[in-house]
């Protein structure tokens, strides 16, 4: 590595060269944001939701759905998308290239957090800091910076009566479905519902390779909750240390990181809801339990700028690669925003009955409209009226106090005499009332996930005098288990049992790569380079003693290897690549392997 690389362009290269991803459509000359996983990145990153998904769909007892990707367009006009999901464009007046201003700002300017600034301000900076294009050097100053919609439009069959739009989160999905989904769940809440999949939004400015693209794989729980009644299991994560960095620590001039644990952090008021701690808490140790390095991670609460509109707060989980914070998950409290909008746009209910304790007498407002007069008086809006009559006796009986009463129907006022209206309050008896649910929303990002693994997992030593680069990934995202290798590929003997070996430990659920080719230090470093946790090598002396057959294991942090007896192979294996069992237990329990058999 030259003295000038960087960590995310040695990333880049290794991604490249190695099959984690890369450009996509690279024959026609690429596609900015746009890539393909190759045949490692696709394996760990499915590793990855896998493990996102036993931990936050079955360990948390949660529905999984798979929402289609595209949605037409009175979804985006319910959930806000179409009027306020922008990004600050700016375009170069001399190349024509378009540029997300903030991003100009923060790579200037030592300031952050710079799309929270309104355009003005943002306008100003540029022509203060003497901001160029980082395409052609043009000074942007007395350009305008507008507002740009991120979302992928498209025409739902043919022709373009019915506009629709890729999503851009996978949560409108779930929400959408709400009136279905609440009826598995026996109309009873607490319930969580999770989907991983595939979002767009069509970014000014892709950069940082697979951390900000136009097309990426998120991963999202949303939590339906009865704010008055229900509260998390926040005992289970009390005692996990978080290391915070809070809206009032990034005002500060001298501001800094509190670390703390997620019960003080509740209970302190750092964290304001307890269903915020409680997936802070979860997160914390799913990606430690992953691998992300725990010292170049951290939770950072949005400023009140940042924050979206209906967030009553919000926290991104931050990991930090080539000295830079990057986003990689959201935790928000969303309140009744979602399903509100939705029962307000849409044609179902977006509500759950809550039993009371105990029934109550209660007072309701009731109408029953004359139709013999509001039929002939009004015409076709007849039906329209009544229904806008009922809807004032609940939000104001007191408008049917006077003589006449007045409803508008699609902005034309009414009169209707109070007597035709027939108002009265009646008494009656109920078991419950109807409530919107509140919504607590973990979103991850699963390539930024993928991202960072990679980032930190990687690691340079020496083994037998030998530089070497590797891949320290978890074993239970590593792409590969298990890579198998006869020591030398032209005696028949060793290569038979090999591939006896791989057959069984893929029958045993192992991912398994088998290679013969090049020496076997090689084929070591090929399968540390890619991550690989362990390897399994076939050689005369496992099988020309007078015992069992034997194998030697190697475990690629530390290079050692054990002779393990062929029939205990398995078994051992699964239970080091659990975390079960460590690797200095087999190197108790059986024969190490002299250095310098690392070829």
């Known amino acids: 590595m030259s003295q000038e690389e960087t960590e995310g362009e040695r990333l880049a290269e290794l ?24 045949p490692q990145g696709a394996s760990l990153k499915s590793n990855v939701e896998d ?27 319910a959930s806000g998308h179409l009027d306020g999901f922008d990004d600050m464009l ?43 294009c980082p395409a052609c050097g043009a000074h942007l100053a007395g350009e305008p910076v507008d507002d740009f919609n991120l979302m992928f439009e498209t025409n739902i069959g043919p022709g373009s009566s019915t506009p629709g739009y890729l999503r851009p989160e996978t949560a409108q999905g779930i929400f959408v479905e709400f009136p279905r989904i609440k009826e598995y769940a026996r109309n009873s809440l607490p319930f969580g519902v ?19 693209t136009r097309e990426f794989t998120q991963a999202e729980l949303e939590q339906f909750v009865d704010p008055e009644r229900d509260e998390p299991d926040l005992e289970s994560v009390k005692d996990v ?29 750092i964290v304001g ?37 209906y967030a009553a707060d919000c926290w991104d989980a931050e990991s930090e690669v080539d000295g830079d914070w990057i986003e990689i998950a959201g935790f928000a409290y969303r309140g009744d925003y979602d399903l509100s909008k939705h029962d307000e746009y849409g044609d179902d209910e977006f509500t759950i009955f809550r039993q009371f304790d105990e029934p109550k007498e209660v007072e309701e407002a009731v109408v029953e409209p004359d139709m013999s007069v509001l039929g002939p ?9 009544k229904a806008a009559l009922e809807d004032l006796a609940e939000r104001d009986p ?15 006022t009414h009169e209707v005499d109070a007597d035709v209206a027939n108002f009265r309050i009646e008494e009656r008896t109920v078991s419950g009332e109807h409530i919107t649910p509140h919504v607590i929303e973990p979103s991850f990002g699963v390539d930024r996930t993928v991202y960072t693994l990679l980032a930190h997992a990687y690691e340079r030593d020496e083994v037998d005098g030998e530089a070497r680069s590797f891949l320290s990934l978890s074993p239970e995202v590593a792409p590969t288990d298990v890579g198998v290798f006869p020591l030398v590929s032209n005696v028949e003997r060793l290569v038979e049992r090999a591939e006896g070996i791989v057959d069984d430990l893929r029958t045993a659920g192992f991912s398994v790569v088998y290679d013969d080719s090049g020496s076997i230090g090689r084929r070591y470093r090929r399968q540390d380079e890619v991550g690989t946790p362990f390897c399994v090598t076939v050689d005369r002396d496992g099988l020309e003693g007078d015992g069992p057959d034997t194998v030697t294991i190697r475990e690629r942090d530390t290079a050692r290897q054990v002779r393990v007896p062929v029939s205990d192979l398995v078994d051992e294996l699964r239970a080091v690549e659990s975390g079960d069992r460590p690797f200095d237990d087999l190197v108790d329990a059986y024969e190490l392997v002299a250095p310098g058999a690392d070829g």
């Open 15 to 38: 991604a490249k060269r190695r099959g984690y991803f890369f450009g996509a459509s690279g024959a026609y000359g690429g596609a900015a944001g746009f890539y393909t996983f190759g």
């Open 51 to 77: 493990a996102w998904r036993e931990r936050f769909t079955v360990q948390e007892g949660n529905f999984e759905v798979e929402a289609p990707t595209i949605m037409p367009e009175p979804v985006f006009e």
């Open 90 to 132: 700016v375009e170069c007046p001399q190349c024509g290239e378009s540029h997300r201003a903030d991003h100009l700002i923060e790579d200037e300017t030592g300031i952050e957090e710079a799309e929270t600034l309104p355009i003005p301000e943002v306008e100003d900076l540029i022509e203060e800091h003497e901001i160029q």
């Open 194 to 212: 999770t989907q991983i999949g595939r979002a767009y939004r069509n970014e000014i400015s892709p950069r940082k390779s697979i951390v900000r």
């Open 241 to 269: 240390e978080v290391t915070l960095y809070p809206a009032t620590e990034q005002e500060q001039d001298d501001g800094g990181y509190v670390e703390t644990t997620v019960g003080a952090a509740v209970e302190e008021g």
């Open 273 to 309: 809801d307890a269903w915020v701690g409680y997936f802070l808490g979860v997160a914390q140790e799913w990606y430690e339990r992953i691998g992300v390095d725990m010292d170049r991670f951290r939770f950072r609460q949005h400023l009140p700028g940042e924050r979206a509109h």
């Open 377 to 385: 008086e009004f015409g076709g809006a007849a039906g329209d009226v």
């Open 398 to 412: 007191s408008a049917f106090e006077g003589d006449v009463v007045e409803v508008e129907v699609d902005g034309e």
